[in-house]
């Protein structure tokens, strides 16, 4: 079955800092990856996700994440952070062929001033 | 409606009484599921409707939780016996038919056992 690691249950990094939130998947067949965020008291909305072709994905408020075949690996990257960042983030992950969502236990990132 | 609507909102029981919670997905989406989100836990897989097909039970923690989803559409899970390790957020999310597509989640129900 497919499960989602994200391996960082904590990140707390600086404003303007660079950030990445990991996440690794448990197969390589084709899957579809997304990301979602849930700012404080906040339902979960979508951030990225990527479903074929270029392996660079850039999503809302400025994240990204590169998808790596070789490593079942959809990490999310921002270059500088905001206090509004300050969320948790969650890696989901859908097989090819099943419709289930599977997602990561979430990153709670915390920027800081 | 335009989006995943949950109720209530928040609900506060006392151990051992019977709750449900509500969902109602977005028109027209095939796939309905429940999460539960506690403190410091993640978010927990609960149960999977799609379409006809027989519901994914597999993330229900106990034979005190159960769910139904009628006409494919409305969705409600219900917590027997409540204890105060329900206390959780419990989120409903729905998606349209294909892999390819999103999740769309609801606020979500509080829900407090005293």
């Known amino acids: 079955a497919q499960s989602v690691t994200q391996l960082d249950s904590q990140v707390p990094v600086f404003e303007e800092a660079p950030v990445e939130l990991r996440c690794n998947y448990s197969s390589s067949v084709s899957v579809y990856l997304f990301w979602y965020v849930q700012y404080p008291n906040q339902g979960l909305q979508l951030l990225l996700k990527?479903?074929?072709?270029?392996?660079l994905v850039k999503g809302i408020n400025g994240f990204e994440a590169e998808f790596n075949k070789s490593q079942t690996s959809f990490h999310l990257r921002k270059p500088s952070v905001h206090i509004s960042d300050t969320a948790e983030y969650f890696c989901a992950v859908r097989q090819g062929g099943s419709e289930k969502l599977v997602f990561g236990k979430g990153t709670k990132l915390t920027v800081n001033p | 409606g335009a989006g995943v609507s949950q109720s209530p909102s928040n609900k506060v029981t006392e151990k051992g009484k019977d709750v449900e919670l509500r969902c109602d997905p977005i028109?027209?989406?095939?796939?309905l599921y429940w999460y539960r989100q506690s403190l410091g836990q993640g978010l927990e897989f609960l149960i999977y409707?799609?379409?006809?097909?027989?519901?994914?039970k597999s993330g229900l923690p106990s034979d005190r939780f159960s769910a139904e989803r009628t006409g494919g559409s409305v969705s409600t899970l219900t917590i027997q016996r409540t204890q105060q390790e329900d206390s959780a957020v419990y989120l409903c999310a729905s998606s349209s038919r294909g892999g390819n597509t999103e999740a769309f989640f609801g606020q979500g129900t509080r829900l407090t056992v005293v």
């Open positions: 028109s027209g989406h095939t796939a």
């Open positions: 990527y479903l074929s072709g270029s392996t």
């Open positions: 409707f799609q379409g006809n097909s027989a519901p994914d």
